[in-house]
C-alpha cells in the first residue's frame, strides 16, 4: 500500500555533509508526520528528527545545530540535510512515516528499508 523509498546515504569523512530523502508513494490520503531514526551498531533505534505536516520539528539533543529536517507536502519527501558529521553519526538511517491511506480510517505507521551512513574520522 506504501513505499518508503530512501536515498543519499554513503561515506564521508568527518565534518562532511550528507543530504538523506525518503520518498512516500502508495495510496495516500494524508502525511501527518515523517521522519529519520538511526541504529548503530549494538544500539537501538533512536529518533534522530522529526517533522509534521503543519512544520514542526523535533531533533534529538545531539543533532541540534547540525541536521536540518524538511519535507516537501506536495512530493511526499522528506529530506534531512546532515552537515558537519561525527563518527557517532554512523548508523543505518531508516525513514518513517505516520500515513492515512484509502484503506483504513488511522493512520499508520510506516518504514522505510534504510540507508547507511558512515563517517570516518
Known amino acids: 500500500q506504501v513505499q518508503l523509498v530512501e536515498s543519499g546515504g554513503g561515506l564521508v569523512q568527518a565534518g562532511g555533509s550528507l543530504r538523506l530523502s525518503c520518498a512516500a508513494s502508495?495510496?495516500?490520503?494524508?502525511?501527518?508526520?515523517m521522519g529519520w531514526y538511526r541504529q548503530a551498531p549494538g544500539k537501538q533505534r533512536e529518533l534522530v528528527a522529526r517533522?509534521?505536516?503543519?512544520?514542526?520539528?523535533y531533533y534529538t539533543e545531539s543533532v541540534k545545530g547540525r541536521f536540518t529536517i524538511s519535507m516537501d507536502n506536495a512530493e511526499n519527501t522528506v529530506y534531512l540535510q546532515m552537515n558537519s558529521l561525527k563518527p557517532e553519526d554512523t548508523a543505518v538511517y531508516y525513514c518513517?512515516?505516520?500515513?492515512?491511506?484509502?484503506?483504513?480510517?488511522?493512520?499508520?505507521?510506516?518504514w522505510g528499508e534504510g540507508t547507511l551512513v558512515t563517517v570516518s574520522s
Open positions: 518513517n512515516a505516520m500515513i492515512r491511506t484509502t484503506s483504513f480510517n488511522f493512520d499508520m505507521n510506516y
Open positions: 517533522i509534521t505536516s503543519g512544520g514542526f520539528t
Open positions: 502508495g495510496s495516500i490520503v494524508t502525511i501527518n508526520a
